[in-house]
């Protein structure tokens, strides 16, 4: 079960949350509808649930999502760039013209966490998004860039750190930094 022109996965979700516009709406119905490899793929981001919708609102830039959404969008055949990174940490990072999204695996202390803000620096600006998901038996916060963004990127380097929320205050447990250079293979000649 192939598709010659599958659905690409940022489409599916716009799909899924109801954002393409009508005219685009219609032609994605068509396509869905006649095609099992496609429909099913969207049957497996449905099957994520509610979770997902919010983390994939709270940002256009990237999202923050939880382990099960990893492995339904590794279910659903897409072709996924991990990056596992340590506190402290620098890591070289990409994106090539194959990846269907990148995901990077934050290590972090979290057992006995409630609740984790991640903060993004990038230049002048900096995004603070509350609440974002974890895993604290894996120790791990995932972060999705926004694919179709990502793939446009010249190089650049953002920071991320995350921090953890309760009664007592705030406190860092973590900070990463990425060095995002385009693929060779999407890049342009100079
Ligand atoms: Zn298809």
């Known amino acids: ?3 010659k022109k599958p659905i690409d996965f940022e489409t599916l979700i716009a799909y899924w949350l109801g954002e393409v516009p009508d005219a685009g709406e219609a032609l994605l119905e068509e396509h869905l509808l006649g095609c ?3 429909s099913k793929r969207l049957e497996r981001l449905v099957a994520l649930g509610s979770g997902v919708r919010a983390a994939v609102k709270d940002g256009k ?3 923050a999502v939880s ?7 590794k279910h659903a055949g897409l072709r996924l760039r991990e990056y596992r990174v340590e506190p402290g940490a620098a890591v070289n990072c990409t994106i090539s013209a194959d990846d269907d ?13 409630k609740r984790v803000d991640l903060v993004r620096t ?8 509350a ?4 895993d604290a038996e894996a120790g791990e916060v995932l972060v999705v860039p926004r694919p179709a963004w990502l793939k ?4 650049f380097q953002m920071q991320m750190r995350l921090i953890a929320v309760d009664e007592a205050g705030e406190r860092e447990i973590g900070d990463y930094t990425f060095n995002h250079s385009p693929s060779s293979r999407n890049a342009q000649r100079r």
Do not use: H, I, K, W
Not at 67 to 72: G, P, T
Not at 131 to 134: C, E, G, I, K, T
Not at 152 to 155: R, V
């Open 131 to 134: 609440d974002v998901p974890f």
């Open 67 to 73: 382990a099960s959404f990893v492995e339904a969008m």
């Open 101 to 113: 999204a990148v995901v990077s695996r934050l290590r972090a202390p979290l057992a006995d966490v």
């Open 61 to 63: 830039v990237s999202m």
């Open 36 to 38: 099992a490899y496609c």
């Open 1 to 3: 079960m192939t598709c």
């Open 152 to 155: 446009t990127m010249p190089a």
């Open 122 to 129: 990038r230049g002048e600006s900096e995004v603070r998004v």
